[in-house]
C-alpha cells in the first residue's frame, strides 16, 4: 500500500524551530519529487515547498522563503521540513503529497498523508 | 505567482442535480490544472488531473473541462457522498497555488 505518514508536529513558541518528517512506504521514492502544502484552520491549501527526486531542484512559497529548508533522504525513503522562526500565520496541519508522475517536479498530487499538525504560540 | 480564483465560493445543491464550479488562473497554464476533493477532517484527493484526465478510481459522474485561464469542474449528478470541498491547483509554476475552494452541500 502507498503510504505517507507524517510526524513532528506539536506546540511551539514564536521564533523557535520544529522538522517534520514524512516516511513514505509502498512506492519508489526516488523515482518522485516530493511536497508539502499546509493548511490553516478552517482555510483552504497553501502549497509550502517542493524537492525533485534528486534533490537538485528546489522551491519555496514566498510565505516560507528564508525560514524553512526542505530535504530529503533517499536511502530512509524520507522528506523533511525544517522550519525556523516560526510565526503565528505558521499554525497549521502540514501535509506531505507525492506528484503522480515520475522525475517531474510538478503535477497532481496522487498521494497525501494525513498530516501533522504545527501550532505556533506562546 | 500565478492566482487562482473559484467560483461560487459554496453552493447548495439537490441530490442529482448538475454541479458546476469555475475556476479562472490570472494567467495562462494550457492545461496545467488540477482538481481535488476534501471531506472534512481528511486530506484532499485528487479527482482531476490536467484539467480534464479522470485520476483512476474515481466515479465517472465527475468531470473537468478548460484550457488557458478558464476551467470548468462538474458533478454530473450530485450524490449525498459528494458532500466536500473542492479546490483547483496550477501547476504550471510553481509555487503551485491552489484556488480558495468550493464548499458544495445538500440542499
Known amino acids: 500500500e502507498v503510504q505517507l505518514v507524517e510526524s513532528g508536529g506539536g506546540l511551539v513558541q514564536p521564533g523557535r524551530s520544529l522538522r517534520l518528517s514524512c516516511a513514505a512506504s509502498g512506492f519508489t521514492f526516488d523515482d518522485y519529487a516530493m511536497h508539502w502544502v499546509r493548511q490553516a484552520p478552517g482555510k483552504g491549501l497553501e502549497w509550502v515547498s517542493g524537492?525533485?527526486?534528486?534533490?537538485?531542484?528546489?522551491g519555496y512559497a514566498d510565505s516560507v522563503k528564508g525560514r524553512f529548508t526542505i530535504s530529503r533522504d533517499n536511502a530512509k525513503n524520507s522528506l523533511y521540513l525544517q522550519m525556523n522562526s516560526l510565526r503565528a500565520e505558521d499554525t497549521a496541519l502540514y501535509y506531505c503529497?507525492?506528484?503522480?508522475?515520475?522525475?517531474?517536479?510538478?503535477?497532481?498530487?496522487?498521494?497525501w498523508g494525513q498530516g501533522t499538525m504545527v501550532t505556533v504560540s506562546s | 505567482d500565478i492566482q487562482m480564483t473559484q467560483s461560487p465560493s459554496s453552493l447548495s445543491a439537490s441530490v442529482g442535480d448538475r454541479v458546476t464550479i469555475t475556476c479562472q488562473a490570472s494567467?495562462?497554464?494550457?492545461?496545467?490544472l488540477n482538481w481535488y476533493q476534501q471531506k472534512p477532517g481528511k486530506a484532499p484527493k485528487l479527482l482531476i488531473y490536467d484539467a480534464s484526465n479522470l485520476e483512476t478510481g474515481v466515479p465517472s459522474r465527475f468531470s473537468g473541462s478548460g484550457s488557458g485561464t478558464d476551467f470548468t469542474f462538474t458533478i454530473s449528478s450530485l450524490q449525498p457522498e459528494d458532500i466536500a470541498t473542492y479546490y483547483c491547483q496550477q501547476y504550471d509554476n510553481l509555487p503551485e497555488t491552489f484556488g480558495p475552494g468550493t464548499k458544495v452541500d445538500i440542499k
Open positions: 524537492i525533485s527526486w534528486n534533490s537538485g531542484s528546489i
Open positions: 503529497a507525492k506528484p503522480r508522475e515520475v522525475v517531474v517536479i510538478r503535477g497532481a498530487f496522487d498521494i
Open positions: 494567467q495562462d497554464i494550457s492545461n496545467y
